[in-house]
C-alpha cells in the first residue's frame, strides 16, 4: 500500500518540550510538505523540501525545525519558541515540487498544556 | 486581506440539493486551482484540479474557475450524506506553494 504515514495519531506535551512528528512516505516523491491546520484558518505552510538534504521555510516557520536525510522520511520539530503550538498537523508529499497534485498523511493533532 | 478567501460556513443542506462552494483570490498570477476534500480528523484529499479559465465536469462535481472576476467555484449535484466534509480550494502560480482557503464545512442532512 502506498501512501503517508504520520505518527502517532494524537501527541500531548508539557509547555517548554520540544517534540518530533513522525512523517514517512513511500510513494517515491522528492517533495514533501509539512502544514498547520488550525480553525478557520486553513491550511498554512510550515516547510517544504524539494529534495533530500534541503528545505524551504513555508510562511510560519517560526518555531519549527524539520531535516530531510532520507527521501522517505521528513520529521517535524515543535520547538518551545513555537507560541502556539497546539493545532493539527499534516505532511504531504508530491512527484516534485512542480507538481500541483499533494498526497497528504492523516495528520498529528498535537496539544500543549 | 488573505490571498484566498472562502466562506468558513458551516452549510448545511438537504440531500439531493445542488451546492455551491466558492473562493474569491487576490493574485492575478494564479493559474492551478483546485479542490480538496477533508473527512473529519483525516488529512486533505485531491479532488478536482482546473488549469486557469474554464469548467471540468467529473461525475456529480463541476469546478469553474473565472480568472477575470478571480472567483471559483465547486458544484455538487445530488448531493449524498457521503459529501459531508470540509471543502478547501487551493490554487497555485506553478510550482512550489499552495495557499489554501479556510475551508467551508459541509453537512448533507439526509
Known amino acids: 500500500d502506498g501512501g503517508i504515514t504520520q505518527s502517532p495519531k494524537y501527541l500531548f506535551r508539557k509547555e517548554g518540550q520540544n517534540v518530533t512528528l513522525s512523517c514517512e512516505q513511500n510513494?517515491?516523491?522528492?517533495?514533501m510538505y509539512w502544514y498547520r491546520q488550525d480553525p478557520g484558518q486553513g491550511l498554512r505552510l510550515i516547510y517544504y523540501?524539494?529534495?533530500?538534504?534541503?528545505?524551504q521555510k513555508g510562511d510560519i516557520a517560526e518555531g519549527y525545525s524539520v531535516s530531510r536525510e532520507k527521501k522517505e522520511s521528513f520529521p517535524l520539530t515543535v520547538t518551545s519558541a513555537q507560541k502556539n503550538p497546539t493545532a493539527f498537523y499534516l505532511c504531504?508529499?508530491?512527484?516534485?515540487?512542480?507538481?500541483?497534485?499533494?498526497?497528504f498523511g492523516p495528520g498529528t493533532r498535537l496539544t500543549v498544556t | 486581506q488573505k490571498e484566498v478567501e472562502q466562506d468558513p460556513g458551516p452549510l448545511s443542506v438537504p440531500e439531493g440539493a445542488i451546492v455551491s462552494l466558492n473562493c474569491t483570490y487576490s493574485n492575478s498570477a494564479f493559474q492551478y486551482f483546485m479542490w480538496y476534500r477533508q473527512y473529519s480528523r483525516k488529512g486533505p484529499e485531491l479532488l478536482m484540479y482546473?488549469?486557469?479559465?474554464g469548467n471540468k465536469e467529473d461525475g456529480r462535481f463541476t469546478a469553474q474557475v473565472d480568472k477575470s472576476s478571480k472567483y471559483i467555484s465547486l458544484f455538487i449535484r445530488d448531493s449524498q450524506p457521503s459529501d459531508s466534509a470540509t471543502y478547501l480550494c487551493a490554487m497555485s502560480e506553478g510550482a512550489q506553494k499552495l495557499v489554501f482557503g479556510q475551508g467551508t464545512r459541509l453537512t448533507i442532512n439526509p
Open positions: 510513494l517515491n516523491h522528492d517533495a
Open positions: 523540501s524539494q529534495i533530500v538534504n534541503d528545505f
Open positions: 482546473t488549469y486557469s479559465s
Open positions: 504531504a508529499s508530491s512527484i516534485s515540487v512542480a507538481s500541483y497534485e499533494q498526497y
